[in-house]
Protein backbone atom coordinates (compact mmCIF):
# COMPACT_ATOMS: atom_id res chain seq x y z
CA UNK A 1 0.00 0.00 0.00
CA UNK A 2 1.32 3.35 -0.86
CA UNK A 3 -0.45 6.95 -1.25
CA UNK A 4 -0.07 8.48 -4.63
CA UNK A 5 3.01 10.66 -5.88
CA UNK A 6 0.14 13.63 -5.91
CA UNK A 7 -0.70 12.90 -1.95
CA UNK A 8 2.77 12.48 -1.15
CA UNK A 9 4.10 16.13 -2.46
CA UNK A 10 0.57 17.69 -1.24
CA UNK A 11 2.19 15.99 1.86
CA UNK A 12 5.63 18.27 1.67
CA UNK A 13 3.77 20.81 0.41
CA UNK A 14 1.43 21.33 3.78
CA UNK A 15 4.27 20.56 5.94
CA UNK A 16 6.33 23.15 4.78
CA UNK A 17 3.70 26.03 4.55
CA UNK A 18 3.19 25.12 8.26
CA UNK A 19 6.87 26.30 9.35
CA UNK A 20 6.41 29.44 7.71
CA UNK A 21 5.61 32.97 10.17
CA UNK A 22 2.54 33.86 10.82
CA UNK A 23 1.41 35.83 7.94
CA UNK A 24 3.99 34.90 5.42
CA UNK A 25 3.81 33.48 2.10
CA UNK A 26 5.91 30.84 0.07
CA UNK A 27 6.05 31.12 -3.85
CA UNK A 28 6.15 27.89 -5.78
CA UNK A 29 9.36 27.77 -6.88
CA UNK A 30 10.59 28.04 -3.61
CA UNK A 31 8.47 25.41 -2.43
CA UNK A 32 9.06 22.95 -5.32
CA UNK A 33 12.83 23.44 -4.12
CA UNK A 34 12.30 22.72 -0.41
CA UNK A 35 10.35 19.77 -0.93
CA UNK A 36 12.01 18.89 -3.99
CA UNK A 37 8.69 18.61 -6.64
CA UNK A 38 8.30 18.99 -10.10
CA UNK A 39 7.26 22.87 -10.46
CA UNK A 40 5.06 22.03 -12.97
CA UNK A 41 3.17 19.00 -11.11
CA UNK A 42 2.90 21.52 -7.75
CA UNK A 43 1.29 24.18 -9.63
CA UNK A 44 -1.67 22.02 -10.10
CA UNK A 45 -1.37 20.14 -6.50
CA UNK A 46 -1.48 23.84 -5.08
CA UNK A 47 -4.27 24.58 -6.72
CA UNK A 48 -6.06 21.08 -5.98
CA UNK A 49 -5.48 22.42 -1.93
CA UNK A 50 -6.27 25.86 -2.90
CA UNK A 51 -9.82 24.58 -3.88
CA UNK A 52 -10.83 22.07 -0.67
CA UNK A 53 -9.64 24.81 1.55
CA UNK A 54 -6.26 23.84 3.11
CA UNK A 55 -4.49 26.73 1.70
CA UNK A 56 -4.86 30.34 0.44
CA UNK A 57 -2.85 32.30 -2.12
CA UNK A 58 -1.79 36.13 -2.47
CA UNK A 59 -0.67 37.82 -5.73
CA UNK A 60 2.05 40.23 -6.13
CA UNK A 61 4.95 41.43 -4.40
CA UNK A 62 5.41 38.94 -1.04
CA UNK A 63 2.64 36.79 -2.90
CA UNK A 64 2.56 33.25 -2.56
CA UNK A 65 1.24 30.21 -0.89
CA UNK A 66 0.32 29.90 3.05
CA UNK A 67 -2.25 27.60 4.71
CA UNK A 68 -5.88 28.67 5.08
CA UNK A 69 -6.28 27.35 8.83
CA UNK A 70 -4.11 26.62 11.65
CA UNK A 71 -2.02 23.66 10.94
CA UNK A 72 -3.69 21.95 14.15
CA UNK A 73 -7.11 22.36 12.04
CA UNK A 74 -5.57 20.41 9.10
CA UNK A 75 -4.94 16.51 9.08
CA UNK A 76 -2.50 14.14 6.97
CA UNK A 77 -6.23 12.65 6.48
CA UNK A 78 -7.43 15.56 4.64
CA UNK A 79 -4.64 16.42 2.93
CA UNK A 80 -4.60 13.00 1.42
CA UNK A 81 -8.39 12.80 0.48
CA UNK A 82 -8.49 16.29 -0.81
CA UNK A 83 -5.81 15.21 -3.35
CA UNK A 84 -6.94 11.07 -3.82
CA UNK A 85 -10.38 11.28 -2.74
CA UNK A 86 -10.37 8.55 -0.51
CA UNK A 87 -7.87 7.44 2.55
CA UNK A 88 -6.70 3.84 3.18
CA UNK A 89 -8.94 1.06 0.97
CA UNK A 90 -7.50 -2.20 1.18
CA UNK A 91 -10.27 -4.91 0.40
CA UNK A 92 -13.72 -4.74 -1.69
CA UNK A 93 -15.27 -7.39 0.31
CA UNK A 94 -18.12 -7.36 -2.69
CA UNK A 95 -15.23 -8.50 -5.03
CA UNK A 96 -13.60 -11.26 -2.56
CA UNK A 97 -14.16 -15.05 -3.09
CA UNK A 98 -15.06 -17.27 -0.47
CA UNK A 99 -12.68 -19.43 1.25
CA UNK A 100 -11.72 -21.20 4.56
CA UNK A 101 -10.67 -17.67 6.61
CA UNK A 102 -12.42 -15.17 3.99
CA UNK A 103 -14.44 -13.68 6.45
CA UNK A 104 -11.65 -13.51 8.57
CA UNK A 105 -9.00 -11.77 6.35
CA UNK A 106 -11.60 -9.39 5.08
CA UNK A 107 -12.14 -8.78 8.94
CA UNK A 108 -8.73 -8.33 9.34
CA UNK A 109 -7.59 -5.70 6.39
CA UNK A 110 -10.99 -3.77 7.43
CA UNK A 111 -9.60 -3.65 10.82
CA UNK A 112 -6.16 -2.56 9.40
CA UNK A 113 -8.09 -0.23 7.17
CA UNK A 114 -9.74 1.21 9.99
CA UNK A 115 -6.81 2.00 12.33
CA UNK A 116 -4.65 3.68 9.40
CA UNK A 117 -7.62 5.79 8.68
CA UNK A 118 -7.99 6.90 11.86
CA UNK A 119 -4.39 7.46 12.40
CA UNK A 120 -4.30 10.04 9.35
CA UNK A 121 -7.50 11.92 9.91
CA UNK A 122 -6.64 12.58 13.80
CA UNK A 123 -3.13 13.20 13.41
CA UNK A 124 -2.54 17.11 12.52
CA UNK A 125 0.54 19.31 10.48
CA UNK A 126 0.94 20.70 14.31
CA UNK A 127 1.40 17.10 15.71
CA UNK A 128 4.56 16.53 13.45
CA UNK A 129 5.71 20.38 13.44
CA UNK A 130 5.78 20.59 17.08
CA UNK A 131 9.06 18.69 17.56
CA UNK A 132 11.74 19.38 14.83
CA UNK A 133 13.81 16.40 13.36
CA UNK A 134 16.40 17.81 15.80
CA UNK A 135 14.62 17.95 18.57
CA UNK A 136 13.73 21.68 19.01
CA UNK A 137 10.48 23.04 18.88
CA UNK A 138 9.22 24.19 15.68
CA UNK A 139 6.40 25.19 13.48
CA UNK A 140 4.11 28.48 13.71
CA UNK A 141 0.15 28.42 13.88
CA UNK A 142 -2.06 31.15 12.24
Not at 105 to 117: D, F, H, T, V
Not at 133 to 138: E, I, Y
Amino acid sequence: MQISKKADYALRAVVILSGLPPGKTMQTQELAKAGSIPTKFLEQILLVLKRSGLLKSKRGVGGGYQLARESRLISLGSVIESIDGELCYLVDADDFPSFNGSRRLIASLRKGQELLNDYLSETSIEDLMEQGDDGSMVGYGI
